[in-house]
């Protein structure tokens, strides 16, 4: 179907929101509520567009996309509700980018830059929260969190870990993880899934957090996680080629295995490639001590105690494992080496087990 926003006469395909195809075609429509895996909510209107022949302004995020439809995206009214509504949340907390986290990487300071607002018109007197440091991998502050519920329907719905939720009412209304435990003593399982949705710097990972590296100053190579035999995609973050982060890849996510989601291992177990006491070459044992080998003394040692072993019991007395964490042609390499070059079918694979 072909509708236009803001002039341009744009494709959009069936099931698309006006926000979908806005994005598709480059066209910059804030969202601080929605994210593509956790859905619309409706909660923040940061997203509001005028529609002709359409009375009052409409979610874009909620709001399908329809033939021949004309969007404004950017006219004063729409505009004039924006700036309510990032006033509103820089007034309802504490918000501090010079000395914040996510600053560079927030939605929020995105739309209030995009706006113009140089600092908050409203001063509320909002008690201020204390930080959660409890987790190993995530921080909390409350005084960040807008309330979008990104990282409630994520926890809910998209990982169906069920930790967090929207607890108490009314103005006490906020996120607690169980029956509101500090995160580290909760029943979070680190998936980390709810700080990579969140818009702004309520949810961080502890590590950059530590190192003071902001999202902003690494840069990410997509990588294939080596801890099983999913695949899922990862951003690996270096800053000056040291490991900083791990994100699941958001682009093109849905045709991901991981669907843009990680586990705890993908998420916070890859610091181990700058690790010191990582293993650079093959170890041998010499005298009851393992000391390092070339790899060509260690394969030479490795072949003679196969062969001693098939010399003296028979090719069946060996037997080969292969692992989930190589690649599949390293897996046939070495099937190839059990079936062809030793002659036994005794060959296994972690995978199955
Ligand atoms: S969460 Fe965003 S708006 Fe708030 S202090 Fe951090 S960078 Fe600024
Ligand atoms: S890290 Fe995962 S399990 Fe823990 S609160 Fe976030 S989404 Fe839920
Ligand atoms: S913690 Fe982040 S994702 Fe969750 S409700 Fe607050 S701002 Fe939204
Ligand atoms: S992003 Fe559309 S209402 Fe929040």
């Known amino acids: ?25 480059g066209i910059y429509i804030p969202a601080l509520c929605y994210h593509p895996r956790t859905g619309k909510a409706g909660r923040c209107r940061a997203c509001v567009v005028e529609i002709e022949g359409v009375r009052g302004l409409k979610e874009s995020c909620a709001t399908p996309a329809r033939e021949g439809m004309v969007v404004h995206t950017d006219t004063p009214r729409v505009m004039e509700t924006r700036r309510t509504v990032v006033e509103l949340l820089l007034a309802d907390g504490h918000h501090n980018c010079l000395s914040c986290q996510a600053s560079g990487d927030c939605e929020l300071q995105r739309m209030a830059y995009m706006l113009g607002i140089e600092r908050p018109g409203l001063l509320f007197d909002v008690p201020p929260e204390p930080l959660d440091e409890s987790s190993e991998g995530i921080v909390r502050e409350a005084d960040k969190c807008i309330q979008c519920g990104r990282c409630v329907t994520a926890c809910q719905n998209t990982v169906v870990n069920r930790v ?15 029956d509101d435990k500090p995160l580290g003593e909760s029943s979070c399982v680190l998936c980390g899934e709810c700080v990579q949705v969140c818009p702004v710097g309520a949810l961080t990972f502890t590590g950059p957090r530590k190192a003071r590296i902001r999202p902003s100053e690494t840069t990410a190579t997509k990588v294939t996680c080596p ?18 982060y791990s994100e699941a890849t958001e682009t093109a996510w849905e045709r991901q ?52 072993v098939q010399e003296a019991h028979g090719t069946d007395a060996l037997g080969f494992f292969s692992s989930a964490k190589v690649t599949n042609e390293e897996n046939y390499a070495l099937q190839r080496l059990a079936r062809v070059v030793f002659g036994t079918n ?4 972690c995978a199955r087990l």
Not at 164 to 178: K, M
Request: proline content about 3%; hydrophobic content about 40%; some cysteine.
């Open 1 to 25: 179907m072909k509708l236009t926003i803001d002039g341009r006469s744009i494709e959009a395909q069936e099931g698309q929101t006006v926000l979908d195809a806005a994005r598709a075609n």
């Open 164 to 178: 967090l939720a929207f607890g108490y009412r009314g103005h006490h209304a906020r996120v607690i993880a169980d």
């Open 227 to 244: 801890y099983c035999g999913v695949g899922c995609q990862i951003d690996f973050h270096v800053k000056d080629n040291r490991y900083v």
């Open 257 to 308: 295995p991981n669907k843009g989601m990680l586990c705890v291992k993908g998420r916070f177990g890859l610091d181990f490639v700058d690790s010191p006491e990582r293993l650079r070459s093959p170890l041998v044992r010499k005298d009851g001590k393992l000391v390092e080998a070339s790899w060509d003394e260690a394969l030479d040692l490795v072949a003679s105690k196969l062969k001693t």
């Open 346 to 349: 005794n060959i296994d694979h």
